[in-house]
């Protein structure tokens, strides 16, 4: 019963609506079927993108302020392992949600037959932002690496306040 009070519910709720968010984004975004298309005229996915990132970019904030403390804590109750631990463990997370964003990448690439410069692309005349591409933009990889940076960022700073006050 202790754990579940110490974990903080605005924090997790915020979480959960970014995850929501992201399946939001992919919901609305089309996805290309050789010999079909759609007119071009509507991107109902930016519709929901750009209050999507405003919220990734506060929870990412958030997360920098709530790990940094959160290992300030803990050093002082554990010592540094767990420091090293976290640390070690963002940094996996950033390496592999990188690896994970650029397959999604090459396989939107494959299956649009080419990006925005390609003639014989699907999106050729539509530019970066259409409605086959929202979720290059805002994705379950670039959550997780927004929240693996800011944990590590957050690191960083506990570490910084930690040696200046030695």
Not at 46 to 63: D, E, G, Y
Not at 80 to 96: R, S
Request: charged share 15%; aromatic share 16%; hydrophobic share 50%.
């Amino acid at each position: 019963m202790n754990r579940i009070k110490r974990v903080n519910k605005p924090y997790f709720i915020f979480l959960l609506w970014n995850v929501l968010m992201v399946f939001v984004v992919q919901g609305l975004t089309f996805h290309h079927e050789p010999g079909k298309g759609v007119s071009g005229n509507g991107n109902p996915g930016v519709l929901v993108l750009f209050p999507s990132l405003l919220t990734f970019v506060i929870l990412c904030i958030w997360t920098v302020s709530l790990s940094k403390w959160w290992l300030y804590d803990q050093r002082q109750y554990r010592g540094g392992k767990v420091y090293i631990m976290v640390l070690l463990f963002a940094i996996l997370l950033c390496v592999l949600s990188v690896f994970l964003e650029l397959q999604m990448i090459e396989n939107l690439r494959i299956k649009l037959h080419g990006f925005t410069s390609d003639p014989d692309s699907a999106v050729y005349r539509f530019g970066w932002l259409n409605q086959y591409t929202n979720t290059l933009f805002y994705n379950l990889p670039i959550l997780l690496f927004g929240l693996s940076f800011s944990t590590l960022i957050g690191c960083l700073m506990e570490r910084r306040v930690h040696s200046s006050n030695q």
